[in-house]
C-alpha cells in the first residue's frame, strides 16, 4: 500500500513547479459541494529537468476527489493526457508557465476524518494542516509553496448566511435559486495548510484593535447563537496577545480583520489559518458557570498561541513537514512567555515542566520516541507530538538563555526580516540566532535531530580547607528506536550553591571569574568537574534551576538537604521541586513497603515540611497551593523502572490521607481563610485562592472528614463557578460514599444536559473514579445519547480520561485494554487522526509487568489484524517492533 511508505527527510527537492496565485470557487452542498480551481503556475527556478527529460512531469497530490474536468491554458484535457491515482494526479508534459484549471466533487456529510471540508452541527467547515487540502482540490499540497489566494464561497442563502474564508471580503452578492456569494482575498502568500472556509448560521462578537503603526484591525468571534455570552474571555485574550507581541516581539497584525470561529468537531486544539483562526470549541468559549479556571487558562494560551503563529508560521513558515518544530516549538516557547506574563510565572514554569516531565519524557522514553526533527514519517499526522511542540518550546527556551533575552530577540528580528515569505528550515532559525550572538551552536542543533531524555548525573564535593567545591556532571542520553549511538549535548546548567550555615546564595567563582550567585554551566562533554573556589561554608548545590535544560538531573540529594533547599532556595521553582524530591522519596519507602507487604510509616520530616508550608507561608498562594499539591501517579510512574499501578495509587493515598490526618486543621483553616463572596474574575489572584482552597478540600475529602463533607456540598449547592462546582462534584464523585456520589452526579447531569462542554467534564469526572466501577460506567456512558465516537471531544472526554485512570484502566483481567483496543479499532475506521492519538497508553506496555504487557500486546496485534490506516499502522508497528 502506497500509503504505508516512509517519507524521508533527506529526499526532500524543491517541487517541479510553484504557484503564484490561486483562485477557488466553492459551490456548497452538504454531500456534493464543488470546486474550482484556477491555478497560476509556474517551473520552480530551482529544479531544472534531468539529463535524459525534456520537461518535468506536473504532481498534484489530491485523494477523495471526483474530478470532472482539467485544463491548461483553457484547453481541457482528454483521458490519457493525464493521469489519476495514488493520491495524485499527473500530466506528463506542461508550459514553463501556464494557468491550470479544475473542477471536483467533494462529499462534506461522508467526511468524518474531519481533515479537508467537513460539516459540523450543519456548519461547513476546513482543516487543511497538515495535508488536508488535498481532500479539497488538486494541488501541490506541501508547505513551500506558497500562493496568494482569492476566493469565492457560493451557499444557501437561509442556512448559511455567513460565508468566511481567508483576507479581506472583496465583493458579494445575490445569485440565484436563493444563493449567495462572497468573495475573499488574501494578499499574503501562504501555503495550502492555511486555507480556511466556514459556511453557517453562525452569530459573531466584535471589536477593534488598533496596532502598534495605527492600523484598524476588525476583531470578531463567530459561534453558535447559544454561545454568545461565552467569548469576553477569548476576545480580552487575543487583545492581550496583539499586544504582548508588539511589546516584547515587534510583531504587528498585518490584515484588516482576524476572525477566530468556534466548531463543535475538531480533532485538535485550534488553527492558525491566516485571518480565520478555526477553534474546537473547547478552547476557546468560557463563562463563569461553565468553564474552571484551568479553562480559562488554557483558552488564553491557545489564543495567544494561535495568534503568534501569524508571524512564527504564517508570514515565516516551514520548508517541509520535518520542520514542523520550526513553527511550533517556537510558538509555544511565545505563548508560554505570554502566559507567564499575564499570570504567575512560576506557577507556570511548575505546570509546564510537571506536565512535561511526566509526558514529554514518557514519549521520549517509549517506542514512538523521535527527535524534535524526525528524519522519516509514515503519517505526518502523527508527528503533533509533545515532543515536537514541548520539547521543541525547551529547546527554543534554552537559545533565549543562552543568548540573553536581547540577542534573542535582535536574532528573533533577523529570522522574521530575512526569511518574511518564505518557507524554511529549523537550522536558517537557529543559523540566525548564531549569527547575531557570535555563539557556535553546531554542537546545540544535535538537540533537534537527537531523541531521548538525556540523564545528568552530579555529585558535589566540598572541601573545608580550601573552600573548593567541586561539581561532577555527567551526561548519557539513553538508546531511542533507530538511534543506538548518542553524542553528548550542549547543557546549559542553572545553578546557585546554597549556604548550609546562612541560607543564601553564595557567590559563585569558576576559573577565576566570579559568576554572580546564579548562574549557567555549560555541561558539554560526557564528563565534567566544575571547581568553585572561595566558597565560604558547605553549600548545598541547587542545580537546573527553572528547569534550565530538558534532562533527567540526578544528585544523591539527603531528605535533610531537601528540606532546607524546600525552605532556603532562592529559586521559586527549585524549591517547588525540592518538594517533589522530598515527597518521592517517601512514597519510593511507601510503594516497596506495599509490594512487600509491610506496613506503611509515614515519614514525619514530610509531615514537619507541610506544616512549615501551611503555618509559614513564604510564597504567594498560587506556588503554595502548587508544593501542596502531591506528584501524580502518572509522574510517579514516570520515576519507576517496572509501574506497579496499585502500590503506586496505595501509596500516594497513604501520603494523601497520612497529611490530612495530621494536618487537618491547618487544611481546614486554609479552606476558611481562602472563600470569597467576590464576583467570579479569572485574575491570577482569586484563581490561586480557589486553588489553594480546593486542594485543601482535597485533603480533607481524603479522609471523609464530616466537616468537610459538609463544606463540599455547600460549595456545590453554592454554585459561584464552575472552578468551585467542579471541585465540589469530583470530590463527591470520587469519593467511597455512594450515597454522595450519585445524586450530585444525577443532579449536574440533569441541570447541563443542554450543554455539549459541561457534558465533557460530567464524562470526564465519572471515568476518572478510582472505585473499580469504572470500565461498566464507561460501556454505560458510550450508550449515552450525548456520546458520539465521531465528536473528538467526547471520545478523549469519556475514552481519553478512562485510559488516564491508572488502576482501572490497567485492570488485571485486561478488559480496561480491551475496551481502548475496541475504540481504536472503530475510530480507525471513523477518524484515523484520533484513533491513532487516543491508541498511545497501549504503546507504552513495556513500563509494565509481565502479565500486563502481554495483555497489551495482545490488544495491540488484535489491532494489527485490522485494515489499518496508514496513522495507526504506523503506532502500531512502531509499538511492536
Ligand atoms: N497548528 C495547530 C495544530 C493543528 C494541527 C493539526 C490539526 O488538524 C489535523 C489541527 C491543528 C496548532 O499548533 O495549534
Ligand atoms: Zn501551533
Redesign the pocket.
Known sequence: MSGMQATYLKDYLPPAYRVTHTELTFDLAPAATRVKARLHMERHPDREPGDAETSLPLELAGSELKLIRIAVDGQTLEPGEFEVGDGKLTVATVPERFLLDTEVEIDPDANTA??GLYRSNGMFCT????E?FRRITYYPDRPDVMATFSTTVIGDRESLPVLLSNGNPVEKGELPNNRHFVTWEDPHPKPSYLFALVAGSLEKVEDHYTTASGREVLLQIWVEPENLDKTEHAMASLKRSMQWDEETYGREYDLDRFMIVAVND???????NKGLNIFNSAAVLTHPQTANDATFQRVEG?VA??YF?NWS?NRVTCRDWFQLSL??GF??FRDQTFSADVNSAPVKRIEDVSFFRTAQFAEDAGPTAHPVRPDHYIEI?NF?TLTI?EKGAELVRMLRHLLGWEDFRRGSDLYFARFDGQAVTIEDFVACMAEVSGLDLEQFLRWYSQAGTPEVDAHGEYDYATGEYRLRLSQRTPATPGQTDKLPLHIPVRMGLVGTKSGHDLTLTLDGEKLGKDAVIHLREAEQTFVFTDVEEAPVPSLLRGFSAPVKLRYPYSREELAFLLTHDSDGFNRWDAGQRLTMLALDDLIAAHRNGVEKVMDVRLVEAYRSLLNEPGDDKAVLAEMLTLPSEAYIAEQQPVVDVDAIHAAREFVRQSLAWQLRDDFLAVYRDNQSDEPYAPTPEQIASRRLKNVALAYLMSIEDDEAIGLTQQQLERGANMTDVRAALTLLAHSDRTDLAEPALKAFGEKWAHDPLVMDQWFTIQVTRPQPDVLERVRFLMGHPLFSMKNPNKVRALIGAFAQNRVNFHRLDGEGYKLLADVVIELNRLNP?IAARIITPLTRWQRFDEERQALMKAELERIRAEKLSPNVYEMVERALA
Request: hydrophobic share 25%.
Open positions: 474531519l481533515e482543516q487543511c494542516e497538515p488536508g475538531f480533532n485538535m486544539g485550534a488553527m492558525e491557545i498561541h494561535e503563529h508560521g513553527k511550533e510558538t509555544v499526522s503533533y511542540y487522526e
